[in-house]
């Protein structure tokens, strides 16, 4: 479809900086990027500027501005249209002419709309003038929200019966029960009637990034568990992908630089009630790669202001992790002291960590002190400060065995920062902490020093093992001598699914190949690396190389049951079983789907290259084959760039997960 909703799923998933900086060299200067204009001779001062914030570019010599699309057709020499199918393509987005289910689906989502909307307007009669909102009107005044909350965040409250609400808006709004379960605010028992999802609860719009209301988050009132509820995934929601607060805290994240990362919705709702705008939570989740993407568009300064105590410590944690691994970062060759090139990844951010007072949410905070909360955000903890106070206060740090621990914690932390003068700095910091030399420190931190760029692990952890892949034959076990990793749970699924609907479907064997040759055009090293054939795609399992192979030359066409039976044993049986145990959506899904999986496996296959380059780079003395091989490096890491992390699977809902997690 070609509609204005898809042109902004393109704009929301797509960076421009990322895709101008893919030909046009871009340097960072303030919160902007500038380069050599692409569109006219400019070669003395760079006149063309991008804006991360505005999503645009502007070049003040020729004037050429606009957007992701103009860009596109601009420097490519083509129309919209072929604009829009480029950026379609690059973004994992498929554009089909728009059918029946197409205008039903929309229909659909502008009704669910409607009725979160007409639900708001009930919970906040409810909570401001019912005499039933007694109690609920006594909690919001104890936790100090005010008039200008309730009003701004919509703040309501559900009664504490059966069905007051599904009543109100089947028989007084005349929507249809089925909607209203549809829209998550209601469910529907065996025996077919209904009852309210939200009951007995203060509850807090969710509205997405304009301000539409998607989805509810309720308070319980007493001691009823659990404490926070919130709307299930709908048509209009997913609480992974959406920031409470965001549509009313995005111009703040962007005139201020930076975004602060709170617990929860009444956090989000003093901070901005005290007039501190730039302030954002997650819905009950740690940090994903969706909520990574969207703060990167707006800022690179984030500070994560979760609770003190063991489940916020370990929260911080994981939402550290998450921003390192999905933050835009460049790769930093770095010597080590045994003359071995080692592989750093620095993230292009600022991330720190704002300490709260024991015990003290950030509502209390402010009703003791106001003027705290600036302090706070001043002094905030840079991430391996905050690694240091925390993976070692459970330590004592005169005994020999957490003096280990301490190092088994924070060495390999140290070892992965790429600027020398900071690591440095922690190495220093270590040494005095710990009371050992300095020399004798490094000499230690050199055993953990990795040959080649690989992923920090979770602080406090042992390095994960990559999971075998989901099947492989006896006559081809995974080789680790070389740098190749095994394919990890994720991309194995990635690849049944993908085999799977490639069978069933000659529009997306099409499209898989198309995209898998598209992806790869740009870069020419790379190539030499990276096949852009389908069976590339299987090359971590045998059997399903050879099932995709057989099908092939069988002709897919042919009778499946003819041709399962031409199949040798063991591969008739792994078909069999992914035709069991693989369930497809529904149709008009499929293909997007399919496209999510091919990403997923191309980023795997890149990463194993991205590993193995580096170790052959710092093992070469030829110059010649050093240049070729940096030339390669560079041009996998833009490939990987390209392949923008896909929207979370609505069918493999646990895929996207760990597939942003690897």
Known sequence: MTNNSVIEQIKDRIDIVELIAAKVQL??????????CPFHANTRTPAFTVYPESQSFHCFGCKASGTAFDYVMR??????????????????IELTPRTAQDDERDHVAERLGEINAAAARYFQHMLVKSPHGADARAYVAKRLINDWSLEHFQIGYALDERTRLFDYLTVKQNYAADEVVAAGLAIRRDDGSHYDRF???????IRSAKGLIIAYGGRAMGDVQPKYLNSPQTLLFDKSAVLYGLDMAREAIRSQDAVVVVEGYVDVIA????????????????????????????????????????????????????????????????????????????????????????????????????????????????????YFQVLTRDLDLDQLPDKRSALDRLGPLIVQIGNQLEQTHYVQQLAHLLGVDETILRRELRRQAPTSRTKPTAPNVRPEQPAPPASRS?????????????TTT?????????????????????????????????FPHAQECIASDVDSLFAEDDELREIWRARNAFGHDGDVLQWLATLPEPLRHRAEHLGRSVELPKEY?????????????????????????????????????????????A??????NRLITPKRSSTFDDLHTRHSNT
């Open 271 to 386: 901070l901005h009630q005290h007039g501190f705008r730039n302030v954002v939570a997650p819905l009950g989740t740690a940090l994903t790669a969706e909520h990574v993407h969207i703060i990167k568009k707006l800022t690179k300064n984030i500070y994560l202001a979760l609770d003190a105590d063991t489940a916020g410590i370990k929260a911080t944690i994981k939402g550290l992790q998450t921003l390192n691994d999905n933050l835009d970062a460049t790769l930093v060759p770095v010597p080590t002291p045994s003359g071995v090139l080692s592989w750093s990844r620095t993230v292009e951010a600022t991330i720190r960590i704002i300490e709260l007072p024991d015990g003290q949410d950030p509502d209390e905070l402010l009703a003791n002190d106001e003027s705290l909360w600036p302090k706070l955000v001043e002094t905030a903890l840079p991430a391996m400060d905050f």
């Open 75 to 92: 420097s490519e020499g083509i129309e919209f249209r072929e604009a829009l199918e480029l950026l379609a393509q690059r973004t994992g």
């Open 199 to 205: 009951r007995g609860r203060v509850m807090f719009p």
């Open 27 to 36: 340097r960072k200067t303030g919160r902007s990027f500038v380069g050599f």
């Open 474 to 486: 006896a006559a081809s076990p995974r080789s680790v001598g070389d740098g190749t990793l095994g």
């Open 635 to 640: 041009d996998i890491q833009q490939y990987l």
């Open 589 to 633: 899904l499929v293909s997007s789907e399919a496209m999510e999986c091919v990403t997923i496996v191309q980023r795997e296959i890149a990463k194993r290259w991205n590993t193995r380059l580096p170790r052959m780079l710092a093992s070469t003395v030829d110059d010649a084959e050093a240049d070729t091989l940096y030339a390669r490096v």
């Open 490 to 522: 994720v991309a194995a699924r990635a690849a049944e699914y993908l085999l799977v609907c490639m069978l069933n479907n000659s529009e997306i064997r099409e499209a898989v190949q198309h995209k898998l040759i598209a992806d790869l055009q740009d």
